[in-house]
């Protein structure tokens, strides 16, 4: 059995960019609602994983686990994007990163409009995602469920390694922006983005955890 990470703000921390309403919607009933999903089809299969990461690698491209893939891979979105908020977060981020950033987009301001142009151009529900992309950091997106480590052809596990996501799924933003997808993405960059979480995964360090734990 797997269980969700706890939220490490509460719902209301985020406001008024994005309400407790959302929050508690978001969390409390889509992100549960795949961990039960995942967990229910998990107690019908003989199945070996240590995280769920591992279950999204292990079932991607294979077609009888499809709804383990899907459910897997959302239980770890969702738990990696609350660490990419955080109550006075957003804006520019502190020199490292930054410097980092201007280097691979050439400003902070181009990396902002190509990261909103893209979060606009994905077409359906997914993700936008900041990865380190080799030596380089780049700017990706994803359709429905899928990550970006997990790369478009077998072995399916050599993608990007993400370092910061924005859910576009309409129910991460539909209560409080309707379909501004744009305003919600200008307000994570500007006023959300955990940019000391973007800094410890391009270091390596691990000091939030993202994965969930097997009980
Ligand atoms: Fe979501």
Redesign the pocket.
């Known amino acids: 059995m797997l269980k969700l990470p706890e939220l490490r703000y509460d719902y209301d921390a985020l406001e008024p960019h994005i309400s407790a309403r959302t929050m508690h919607c978001?969390y409390h009933d889509?992100h549960q609602g795949y961990l039960d999903k995942l967990n229910k089809l998990l107690a019908d299969i003989d199945f070996d994983y240590r995280t769920v990461e591992d279950i999204v690698r292990k079932s991607a491209g294979r077609d009888e686990l499809t709804g383990v893939y899907n459910n897997a891979a959302q239980v770890s979105n969702?738990a990696f994007?609350w660490n990419c908020m955080k109550a006075g977060g957003g804006g520019v981020p502190a020199s490292e990163l930054r410097k980092s950033i201007e280097h691979d987009f050439g400003s902070f301001e181009a990396f902002r409009k190509a990261f909103v142009e893209r979060a606009t151009k994905r077409f359906g529900s997914g993700y936008v995602w900041l990865v380190k992309r080799g030596e380089k950091l780049a700017i990706g997106d994803t359709a429905n469920a899928d990550p970006p480590y997990i790369a478009g052809d077998p072995p399916y596990a050599s993608g990007d390694d993400p370092l910061l996501c924005c859910?576009l799924?309409e129910?991460?933003y539909y209560l409080d922006y309707q379909n501004g997808r744009a305003e919600f993405v200008e307000a994570f960059l500007d006023k959300l983005a955990n940019w000391d979480f973007v800094a410890a995964q391009l270091a390596g360090d691990t000091v939030q955890p993202q994965l969930v734990a097997a009980e």
Request: aromatic share 24%; net charge negative.
């Open positions: 978001h889509h969702h994007f859910d799924w129910h991460a």
